[in-house]
């Protein structure tokens, strides 16, 4: 049973590109969140997408965009990018439907703007 | 704005020794905690949770302590083994559904000595 996979791994991209970071959830799961943790810094919440919409949006500005697929893979964009944008982005992927709540994590994917 | 308080930063143990890591919340709506673990290079992953409903649960090494009234929630570790060496993320979430985002802590980081 695959766990949460994310790719690519690592990217290096210059300000004021634009980046989209992929996600596959859990076998079974169908809500899909994504998570920025800056270095040394807890998991900041960005999105969460469910039935292929936007359900919930932490503080982050509109640079930063999302979409689910029927098969509840989702995507993550930013555009115009950032020194600040540089981090860990976490997704993490649960079964929305029960009240089993449980959040699993990928191993994340490493930006880095130059 | 912090909504979740995590403390030390930073904390070493002698191997054997107990490990205790503390958060505390401010949001009394939070009816979710979990701690995650984390190794460099990896995503976190679920270690224990609790609900405000119950002041303690044992799984393992590893125990929580809860603290309704104090809004203040513990992770201790047992016999702690180098193996444990990690950070440490305490978490919190609103409301009792499947979908709501995580709100984490800043993070501990813990070495245990041999």
């Known amino acids: 049973d695959a766990g949460v996979t994310q790719s690519p791994t690592h990217l290096i991209k210059t300000r004021g590109q634009q980046v989209t970071l992929r996600c596959s959830p859990k076998s079974g799961h169908d809500t899909v969140s994504w998570y920025q943790q800056a270095l040394g810094q807890g998991p900041q919440f960005i999105f969460q997408?469910?039935?292929?919409?936007?359900?919930q949006r932490g503080n982050f500005p509109d640079r930063f965009s999302g979409h689910q697929f029927p098969n509840y893979s989702s995507e993550l964009n930013v555009n115009a990018l950032l020194l600040g944008d540089s981090a860990l982005y976490l997704c993490?992927?649960?079964?929305?439907?029960?009240?089993?709540?449980?959040?699993?994590f990928g191993p994340g994917t490493r930006l880095t703007v130059t | 704005q912090q909504q979740v308080k995590q403390s030390p930063q930073s904390l070493i143990v002698q191997k054997g020794g107990i490990s205790i890591i503390n958060c505390a919340y401010e949001?009394?709506?939070?009816?979710?905690f979990p701690w995650y673990q984390q190794f460099p290079g990896k995503g976190p992953a679920l270690l224990i949770a609790?609900?405000?409903?119950?002041s303690e649960k044992k799984e393992g090494r590893f125990t929580i302590s809860f603290n309704k009234s104090a809004k203040q929630f513990s992770l201790h570790i047992m016999d702690s083994q180098p193996g444990d060496s990690a950070t440490y993320f305490c978490?919190?979430?609103?409301?009792?559904?499947?979908?709501?985002?995580?709100?984490f802590g800043s993070g501990t980081r813990l070495q245990v000595q041999p």
């Open positions: 997408y469910y039935e292929e919409e936007e359900r």
């Open positions: 978490a919190a979430k609103r409301e009792y559904t499947g979908r709501r985002a995580l709100t």
């Open positions: 609790i609900r405000p409903d119950v």
């Open positions: 993490a992927s649960s079964l929305g439907s029960t009240t089993l709540y449980e959040q699993y």
């Open positions: 949001n009394t709506a939070f009816d979710y």
